[in-house]
């Protein structure tokens, strides 16, 4: 089955500084990358996605890249705010078409901004 | 993600005793899903179903049932065979247009006592 990894764990950035985290795949089959953000004890939200036919994607803020050969895809959040504080998971999926299955997910990275 | 919803918001769990956790949602989505959320980890599948009375096992399925009798609703049985259940408890949907895209409820902490 998929594998995803997930770094850094933790990672503190200055306010107005941007932040990276990155994610490697393991099934090169996987078609389907999104990216959550979840707040203290409030579920998941959703905040960008991006199809393996696509190399990046740009949503103000945020943008997420993809490089299918290497199996790893990266979430770039550049001006960081002290509302962008939580943590971020990623995950990957295959998606046959024919109904999508549960999603992988890494372990999450819990993002920091200092003031 | 606002037509998905979790009961109870708290639930504790004797030993030896089965519980159920209820999902429901109205936005007309097929396929929905249950994740185990342990302190310091990512979400794990633990059961999910693409149609009305069908379903798979995920990742961690032992010590679970679940049943889709209707398309609004898929609740989760954590039964007393499942021997660490203390985690919180996510459920998901996806719509049929965009089946990949899940959304999700705002979970069930369930505690032992």
């Known amino acids: 089955g998929e594998n995803v990894e997930q770094h850094p764990s933790t990672l503190s950035v200055q306010e107005g500084d941007s932040a990276v985290i990155k994610c490697t795949y393991s099934?090169?089959?996987?078609?389907?990358f999104p990216w959550y953000k979840q707040e203290l004890g409030k579920r998941p939200q959703l905040i960008i996605d991006i199809r393996s036919n696509v190399g990046e994607k740009k949503d103000q803020r945020i943008a997420v890249t993809l490089n299918k050969t290497a199996k790893h895809f990266s979430l770039h959040i550049t001006e960081t705010q002290p509302e962008d504080s939580a943590v971020y998971f990623c995950a990957a999926v295959w998606d046959s078409g024919g109904g999508a299955d549960g999603l992988t997910f890494g372990k999450g990275t819990h993002l920091i901004i200092q003031p | 993600d606002g037509g998905i919803t979790q009961s109870p918001k708290y639930l504790f769990r004797k030993e030896g005793q089965n519980v159920t956790l209820s999902c429901e949602q109205n936005?007309?989505?097929?396929?929905m899903y249950w994740y185990r959320q342990d302190p310091g980890q990512g979400l794990r599948l633990i059961y999910y179903?693409?149609?009305?009375?069908?379903?798979q096992k995920g990742d961690i399925a032992e010590g679970y049932s679940v049943s889709r009798e209707k398309k609004e609703s898929f609740p989760l049985t954590v039964t007393s065979a499942q021997k660490n259940p203390t985690a919180f408890y996510l459920c998901a949907s996806s719509s049929p247009d965009r089946e990949e895209t899940q959304y999700f409820g705002p979970g069930t902490r369930l505690l032992v006592l």
């Open positions: 179903s693409q149609i009305v009375n069908d379903f």
């Open positions: 936005l007309n989505h097929d396929a």
């Open positions: 099934d090169s089959a996987s078609n389907y």
